[in-house]
């Protein structure tokens, strides 16, 4: 009678030690980029990269998502910000999501701890310093897409999620619509987080692109929803 009760007792010990090492060890994991938003169905977020001068085009693209209610996140450099701070705070006005791309869009990879660092948390200090905001980014993004743990963990630790894309919109020179579309059709996914350059004629696609999402069934998700 006591062998079956010898048994139940190490089964449960071995449980208790199992349950607790996993658990510490799901703790520990180190952080990782967001390709996609996870467990979404049917939702899809966008994204758009801005390196150069784009004000007329930025102001179309912002006046067409405010009116729709869409909300995107703006990945631009320290630099982009300093020389085109009225452009930054007009992103903020339309009530959408500055990105951090890092201060000068070097490569990450190939730097420092401490220079990766100052990289990062320079973008943010430079937002904390536009005139009449104090802004606080919750989204970074490497440039060139190009990372390695060290770098997320150095986001993390300035408060920022890593978040990449798993749809590149082929944005980045003028495009027809039917092509950005067809490109699109071929890649589309539940969580998809779709990259667009910010280039001249991304305005004149972005209704045609917002219709053809709505007729797949797809709604457009809110960044705020990474960050729950």
Not at 60 to 78: D, N, P
Not at 147 to 175: H, P
Request: charged letters at 20%; one cysteine or more; aromatic letters at 10%.
């Amino acid at each position: 009678m006591k062998k079956p009760l010898f048994f139940c007792m190490t089964f449960l010990f071995l449980a208790v030690i199992i349950l607790t090492v996993t658990g510490g060890a799901n703790r520990s994991l180190p952080p990782r980029p967001l390709y996609q938003m996870e467990g979404a169905d049917k939702t899809v977020l966008f994204t758009f990269n801005i390196l150069w001068d784009v004000e007329e085009e930025l102001e179309a693209v912002l006046t067409y998502l405010q009116a729709h209610k869409i909300e995107a996140v703006f990945f631009v450099t320290g630099e982009w910000v300093k020389m085109f701070p009225e452009s930054a705070i007009k992103i903020l006005e339309h009530e959408q999501h500055l990105g951090n791309r890092s201060v000068s869009h070097r490569r990450l990879i190939l730097l420092t701890e401490e220079e990766i660092a100052a990289e990062i948390k320079g973008f943010n200090q430079i937002c904390q310093e536009m005139p009449g905001y104090a802004y606080t980014p919750s989204f970074f993004r490497p440039p060139h897409g190009e990372y390695n743990s060290r770098i997320v963990r150095l986001a993390k630790e300035a408060d920022c999620l890593t978040l990449l894309w798993s749809i590149n919109a082929r944005t980045m020179t003028d495009q027809q619509p039917a092509f950005i579309i067809n490109h699109l059709e071929e890649r589309l996914h539940p969580g998809a987080i779709i990259l667009f350059h910010l280039s001249p004629g991304v305005a004149r696609s972005l209704p045609l692109l917002v219709d053809f999402l709505t007729w797949k069934g797809y709604t457009i998700g809110s960044p705020r929803q990474l960050l729950r």
